[in-house]
């Protein structure tokens, strides 16, 4: 059995197909593309055109990948930017209309399940883990042991609307800086807990191990487990931040154009989360949410033994 998970998120819209085959799963592809479709939302409270363009235009490059592969289910899930966005209905229809997707918005809490379980099952570890998956419109911080969710707070800022709010300079001021670390600090209070584990999801966390492993072009299994210590997220989080953004892509092959505009918040996010959970490392993790779908099915298939 073939199926599909599509992750619309609020900054990248991204692709995994799996088989189901002999009792196991298998990642056939995995694709991913920048479109920044939450850019602007918090700010004029709708989707921007010109990012609805792009996303649709993505959305029907997969579908012609899908038809290649002979998928049998294919399940597509939006987050933050469209549960906020006015016109948030709208797209759920341009994208049936346009692409013949059923794009399903789902809630931060199936969000964070989903995420959770991708993570977790692809790591393989035990133990009370914390997984923090930093979108561009929101942060989940999702406590569990093993497979098994306990807790879920979602936060609703993250790369996009953070960097829009706090970070007004290319490159940020000192100022501007503090400001975002003091915020940040005192909301990941609120969430603290004693855990095993911190897993870190999402492309912000993703590009700082390529850039630490020095791997490109991007390569998931080179990535995915990774651990990180603070001192390296710190180390290129201070390398960057001195960095116009234009600069950071072409110092650094590993940093798309389009991330390396908000790169900087996200990993404001990673760094905070160590201090206040007092941890000196995470678990660097490929597999999120869309990869959680496809999870979440074969655990399904396998509990019914087929």
């Known amino acids: ?14 692709l995994s197909v799996g088989e189901i085959k002999d009792g196991n799963l298998k990642i056939l592809l995995d694709k991913g593309r920048i479109t920044a479709l939450g850019q602007k939302v918090k700010e004029t409270g709708f989707l921007q055109e010109d990012r ?12 012609e990948d899908l038809e290649k592969l002979g998928i049998e289910r294919v399940v597509v899930v939006g987050t933050e930017a469209i549960r906020k966005a006015k016109n948030g209905e709208e797209f759920v229809k341009r994208v049936k209309e346009e692409t013949g997707f059923e794009l399903k918005v789902i809630p931060p809490e199936e969000e964070g399940r989903l995420a959770y379980l991708g993570a977790v099952f692809s790591l393989r570890i035990k133990g009370k883990n914390c997984v923090v998956d930093q979108g561009g419109g ?29 970070l007004k300079h290319d490159p940020p001021t000192d100022e501007e800086i503090n400001k975002l670390s003091e915020f ?7 969430v603290k807990r004693d855990v095993d584990n911190l897993i870190g999801l999402g492309g912000t966390i993703t ?13 998931p ?12 997220i710190k180390r290129w989080f201070e390398e960057l931040r001195r960095l116009p953004a234009r ?18 918040a996200g990993i404001l996010i990673f760094i905070k989360t160590l201090e206040v959970f007092e941890k000196n490392e995470l678990i660097v993790s490929d597999w999120g949410l869309r990869e959680g779908i496809l999870v979440d099915e074969f655990l399904k298939t396998a509990e019914g033994g087929n």
């Open 1 to 14: 059995m073939r199926l599909a998970s599509i992750d619309i998120g609020s900054y990248s819209v991204r």
């Open 52 to 63: 609805i363009l792009e996303t649709l235009r993505v959305l029907k490059e997969y579908k």
């Open 138 to 166: 929101s942060t989940e911080y999702i406590f569990g042991r093993d497979l098994e969710i306990e807790e879920l707070h979602s936060f609703p800022f993250g790369i996009v609307n953070l960097t829009e709010t706090f």
């Open 184 to 190: 940040l600090e005192r909301e990941i209070r609120k």
């Open 207 to 219: 590009t700082v191990a390529a850039l630490e492993y020095n791997v490109y072009p991007y390569a």
């Open 221 to 232: 299994e080179k990535v995915h487990g990774k651990r990180l210590t603070y001192e390296q």
């Open 247 to 264: 600069e950071r892509s072409k110092r650094y092959k590993q940093v798309e154009d389009k991330r390396a505009e908000v790169i900087l």
